[in-house]
């Protein structure tokens, strides 16, 4: 399968990179007592953090926010998952454990202020363009919702759109029967490669050694 990054979307924002994770014979199941203990207590130290800040002024978020709007799309109506994951959090609604999978990715998103998205290759058709949503585009989310991604930044097949840093579709998301995963990292076009790299690659070394299996990592972009 190959990843690549749209001409059009390296023209468009400066710096643009996002980290491809594979992964291979991994077992997804429900999240060892280590993880779930770090994803709670790091929720709480967030709430205190953000009790005298607004979450629009984060660093991270405030940078997708700005990618939102300058591919187009109102960042105040749709916005960036990581954004929504810390407003709940804002509002001591803590997000629970859901399974190992979504639970590495929601720990990394809040750590690192940046949307990822994590998908069954096996549900993946074709090699996979990141690229702006297509006028008209859309699909059901795992908001269980009907969602446009036109002018969003949209991870799409040859099916069309199935991932984006808004929220991904309910077409391939990881299972607990997955065996293969492929993980897109949205990074902070402020972090130059080394740090990219740096990140990217703990990630996939946190995800192996809870769920098993081998991975690979690439930085596509600037």
């Known amino acids: 399968m190959e990843i690549k990054v749209s001409d059009k979307l390296n023209t468009l924002i400066p710096h643009f990179k996002i980290g491809v994770i594979h992964y291979k014979n991994i077992t997804v199941s429900e999240s060892p007592q280590m993880l779930k203990g770090r994803l709670r207590l790091f929720q709480e130290s967030l709430y205190f953090d953000l009790e005298n800040k607004n979450v629009t002024d984060l660093d991270g978020i405030k940078e997708w926010r700005q990618i939102f709007k300058t591919t187009g799309k109102d960042p105040n109506r749709y916005r960036p998952s990581v954004e929504a994951l810390y407003r709940r959090i804002g509002k001591q609604n803590y997000i629970d454990s859901v399974q190992s999978a979504i639970d590495v990715n929601n720990f990394f998103s809040l750590q690192y202020q940046i949307p990822i998205g994590v998908y069954d290759t096996s549900k993946i058709n074709g090699n996979v363009t990141v690229r702006i949503g297509h006028p008209g585009e859309e699909y059901v989310g795992l908001n269980g919702r ?77």
């Open 146 to 222: 009907l969602n446009s991604v036109e002018k969003l930044i949209v991870s799409a097949d040859e099916d069309g759109a199935f991932g984006s840093p808004f929220v991904d579709s309910d077409r391939t998301p990881v299972k607990l029967e997955t065996k293969s995963a492929l993980q897109i990292v949205y990074l902070r076009p402020s972090l130059d490669l080394e740090e990219s790299q740096k990140l990217t690659e703990s990630l996939m070394n946190m995800f192996v050694q809870i769920h098993g299996g081998e991975g690979s990592y690439s930085i596509l972009g600037h």
